[in-house]
C-alpha cells in the first residue's frame, strides 16, 4: 500500500443507494439474508480492512455507526476527523459503489491483476485521470510520480481531470474550489509543464478542497510558477479545457478516480509505482533501459476511488 509521506483531508465519498437495490457499475446485487452478518460485525470489518489494506500511514479509520438499510449497511466513519459514509452488502464482502470485494486477492499470470493485453507502440501514451482532490487520486498521483521521473520523455503522461456539465455549469465531486483547482493544473501543465508534479504534490500536502482558491497561489508563487500567466488562462481558457477533459472521459468511459489508460486501454491491476511501470513498460516494441530499474511495490496506493 503507497504510504502517504503528504498530508491531506479526507473528502466525503458520494454513494447512492436506489430504493432497496444498490447499482455498482450496472451490476445489480442480491444478498440473501441467509449469508448476513451483523450490523456490528459489520463496522468490526470495514475498520480492520481501512486500516490494514487501505489507508496511508499516518491515516486511521475510526467507526461512528452503523445503519440497516434493508439490503445494505450504510456505515459512516471518520478519518483524520472527516466523516465518510460507505455501503456495505449484507454479506460483509463488497464496498459500494464500485463493487470492491474486501475479500479478493487480486492475481493472474502476471501477477498485478491486469486482464486485457495493453497494445504495443514506440512510445506509449498514458493518461491519469483524477480529481484534484480525490484522496485516492492523490495516492495515484504519488505512485506516479517515481514513474515518470524514471521513464521521462520515453513515454507520453498526461494528467486528466475528471469533470461533469450540467447545462452551461461545470461540477465537479468535492465542489467548486475542486473544479477551479482541476482547472489551474490543466493550465500548469500547459505551460508550465516542468512545474507540473511539483506543483501538484505541493497542492495536495499544503491544500484542500474548502481552502485551494487561496491557498494555491502561494504553493505556485514558491515553485516559481507564473501565477499571472495561470489566472490568466483559468479566466480564459477554463470552458475549452473542461469541455476537452468532458470529452476525453466520455470517450474512455472513465468512471472515477483514480483511472489510467496506456495506449488506450484501462490499466486494471495492483496500484504501486512497480506495477504502473510495469504496465507502462509492456506498452513498448523496444522497452529502453530504464524499464529494467525496480520501483517500490512495497507500499500500494489505496484500491478506492471517488466517483
Not at 450490523?39 to 452503523?66: D, H, R
Not at 503522461?157 to 482547472?183: A, C, F, M, P, R
Request: glycine share 8%.
Amino acid at each position: 500500500m503507497q504510504k502517504n509521506q503528504k498530508g491531506f483531508s479526507i473528502n466525503l465519498i458520494a454513494i447512492i443507494v436506489v430504493a432497496a437495490l444498490v447499482v455498482a457499475g450496472g451490476i445489480w446485487y442480491f444478498v440473501n439474508n441467509s449469508g448476513q452478518i451483523s450490523s456490528k460485525a459489520a463496522g468490526e470489518k470495514l475498520i480492520k480492512y481501512l486500516n490494514e489494506k487501505e489507508l496511508p500511514e499516518g491515516m486511521t479509520a475510526s467507526l461512528v455507526g452503523v445503519v440497516d438499510e434493508k439490503s445494505v449497511y450504510n456505515i459512516k466513519f471518520t478519518v483524520n476527523e472527516q466523516e465518510v459514509n460507505v455501503f456495505m452488502s449484507k454479506d460483509g464482502k463488497y464496498l459500494f459503489p464500485q463493487s470492491i470485494d474486501m475479500e479478493a486477492t487480486p492475481q493472474n499470470n502476471d501477477g498485478t491483476g491486469q486482464t486485457t493485453e495493453i497494445p504495443k507502440n514506440d512510445k506509449p501514451e498514458v493518461q491519469l485521470f483524477v480529481m484534484s482532490f480525490c484522496p485516492y487520486g492523490n495516492l495515484a498521483e504519488d505512485i506516479t510520480k517515481p514513474v515518470v521521473d524514471l521513464l521521462g520523455n520515453n513515454m507520453n503522461l498526461t494528467v486528466h481531470y475528471i469533470v461533469s456539465k450540467q447545462d452551461s455549469t461545470y461540477v465537479s465531486l468535492h465542489g467548486d474550489q475542486e473544479l477551479n483547482q482541476n482547472v489551474r493544473e490543466l493550465c500548469v501543465a500547459k505551460y508550465q509543464k516542468d512545474k507540473f508534479w511539483a506543483f501538484v504534490g505541493k497542492i495536495n500536502s499544503d491544500c484542500t478542497a474548502q481552502n485551494a482558491d487561496t491557498c494555491w497561489e502561494s504553493v505556485a508563487k514558491g515553485l516559481g510558477i507564473d501565477t499571472a500567466k495561470i489566472k490568466s488562462c483559468e479566466n480564459s481558457e477554463k470552458s475549452a479545457l473542461l469541455d476537452k477533459e468532458i470529452e476525453l472521459t466520455t470517450q474512455l468511459g472513465v468512471q472515477g478516480s483514480p483511472q489510467l489508460f496506456v495506449n488506450g486501454v484501462e490499466y486494471t491491476g495492483q496500484r504501486t509505482a512497480e506495477d504502473y511501470k510495469s504496465a507502462i513498460c509492456s506498452a513498448f516494441n523496444n522497452q529502453p533501459e530504464a524499464c529494467k530499474t525496480v520501483l517500490s511495490s512495497d507500499q500500494a496506493a489505496a484500491q478506492g476511488g471517488c466517483q
